[in-house]
């Protein structure tokens, strides 16, 4: 057996059970992944230096074909209405599969850490067959120095084998794709799907899992921070601006998708970040943009022109395009990870029904309403089958990664921003003046300077509104933007037809909340939105 790289002597692949791997490839870096992926056949270079790879038929993470090990310790703490089981025993012959699919095989070995806070990291080891993998995990989490490395110890291992078939029959599983998820012995293991975007987030459901029985709030969200320390957290689905809002020239990214709040303020999960680039342009996220044209990033199912320059407008593969790329390739971008509790709680919603407005204030119990809610919508040709808009609740922005009850995530956000006195706000980056198909995609000019008045305190001392429908505060008029457009029912030509759509969103949220009805107090159910005859 082959093995290269740098790692602790004494922690070798035996952690990882795998007995007689052809080559073992540890912590290997930009230059000589990139050889290797390219020599392997598995990705090609753009004409910018750019690694970019295909994910075959799984463009997407693969939510359905995900389970947990339910046994004594998940038993009583895991939310098993939102989160599938497998039983130990199936897990241990999924695993015993797995490791003898691994014997002969090259593996690359990366080991990383999940947590920029010291106090709340998770060292992972993570061991792929693919090179390309390895470098998109090593963009994604945090990179020890080369001393730490040579001390490392994993308390978790990721195995990513995507040319693994699972059996269902034998694997307890679904489908020959399975993510399976050990929380208690904290072994994961990828197989069927090319997809790289179920590493980080099994590095995620991991940490939200082990993270709140210490008091530590972790977040589906991005986070950056102004001058001042003040920092701004923004949750939000895929789609509705978390990456491409938290990238502000004028602040320091914190990071894009995965944060804790704990005792000393708010860090990172991650090292790098993982943007969507459908219909990306140099013009509106320049930041973002500028990333695809580095050594060391991964382009995901981009298209590639006659001259191998990505075409961002290319959605023939999927419409989930991405780029990953470590933090340091975005200029402003904090270099510890971490930054003071924040002052302002954004929620992010792209509401394709064309009724709430661009951004609202919300009370401590309206925030935990719609914290618990995470809605958003879908639009036609997203996906398969899906002609018109349709409303998507994931509960805490992020259920697919939540093993806890949401009303445990919901409790300790509600805490701590009533110790911390957070202000808290909802953006619709959706749709104005009608539904998808008849209006148009809030500006995100008027959508920025919304948020650059939230987050500079301006905006707390506009004249508001009370919405009708939502009972959250709207303000009337704010400086740099069109009025009309803070009014949604204004921006519609048949106020009727505003109304009816707004008592059928009202509905969704209500029928969608009756599962937490028993989970939250008063103060919460007296938040929710009202169906009104007419809008006042």
Request: proline share 5%.
């Amino acid at each position: 057996m082959t093995i290269k790289g740098v790692f602790n002597p004494k922690v070798t692949i035996a952690t990882a059970g795998v007995a007689a791997p052809a080559a073992v490839f540890y912590n290997l870096g930009e230059a000589e992944l990139v050889e290797s992926a390219i020599a392997r056949g598995e990705a090609m270079l753009s004409a910018h230096g750019a690694l970019v790879a295909r994910t075959g038929q799984h463009t997407g993470r693969s939510a359905q074909d995900k389970f947990v090990v339910r046994d004594a310790q998940t038993e009583p703490q895991v939310w098993w209405d939102g989160n599938k089981a497998i039983s130990v025993e199936a897990f241990d012959r999924l695993h015993a599969d797995f490791l003898a699919h691994a014997d002969g095989r090259d593996l690359f070995v990366q080991d990383l850490v999940g947590g920029a806070d010291p106090a709340n990291a998770l060292p992972v080891r993570v061991v792929t067959e693919l090179a390309w993998h390895s470098l998109f995990i090593r963009n994604l989490l945090i990179r020890p120095d080369r001393a730490e490395l040579a001390a490392f110890v994993p308390q978790m291992t990721i195995i990513d084998l995507p040319s693994f078939r699972a059996d269902p029959a034998r694997h307890g599983c679904r489908t020959e794709t399975v993510i399976a998820v050990d929380l208690t012995r904290r072994i994961v293991l990828i197989g069927g799907t090319t997809y790289a975007g179920e590493m980080k987030k099994s590095v995620f459901t991991a940490l939200n899992y082990l993270l709140p029985q210490k008091g530590v709030m972790p977040m589906h969200c991005s986070a950056n921070a102004g001058a001042a320390g003040d920092t701004a957290v923004f949750f939000g689905l895929s789609g509705t601006g978390k990456t491409t809002l938290s990238a502000d020239a004028r602040r320091t990214l914190i990071g894009d998708d995965e944060h804790g709040w704990g005792q000393d303020g708010v860090f990172n999960f991650e090292g790098g970040c993982y943007a969507k680039t459908i219909r990306l342009s140099a013009e509106a996220e320049p930041e973002i943009f500028a990333t695809t044209r580095r050594f060391g990033t991964v382009l995901e199912n981009v298209v590639l022109d006659e001259s191998r320059v990505p075409d961002f407008d290319d959605g023939s593969l999927t419409e989930n395009t991405r780029c990953a790329y470590p933090l340091h390739f975005i200029p402003n971008a904090s270099a510890t990870g971490r930054a003071p509790h924040p002052k302002n709680i954004v929620m992010l919603t792209a509401d394709a029904f064309g009724v709430l407005p661009p951004i609202a204030k919300l009370t401590p119990a309206q925030a935990m309403y719609h914290f618990l809610s995470g809605y958003t919508a879908k639009v036609a040709g997203t996906e398969k089958g899906v002609t018109e808009p349709q409303a998507t609740f994931s509960t805490c922005f992020g259920a697919p990664f939540m093993p806890r009850h949401p009303a445990e995530y919901g409790d300790l956000l509600r805490d701590l921003i009533a110790r911390h006195g957070v202000d808290c706000w909802l953006v619709n980056t959706g749709w104005t003046g009608g539904a998808y198909g008849t209006g148009r995609r809030m500006p995100i000019k008027a959508t920025r300077a919304l948020l650059a008045a939230a987050l500079d305190g301006s905006l707390k001392t506009a004249e508001f509104r009370t919405d009708p429908h939502f009972g959250f505060a709207v303000p009337l008029a704010v400086d740099g933007v069109d009025a009309s457009i803070l009014d949604p029912r204004a921006t519609w030509a048949d106020g009727a037809a505003y109304d009816a759509q707004a008592r059928k969103l009202v509905d969704m949220f209500i029928a969608n909340f009756a599962k937490f009805e028993d989970h939250v107090d008063a103060g919460v159910m007296g938040a929710a939105p009202r169906t009104l005859i007419a809008a006042e």
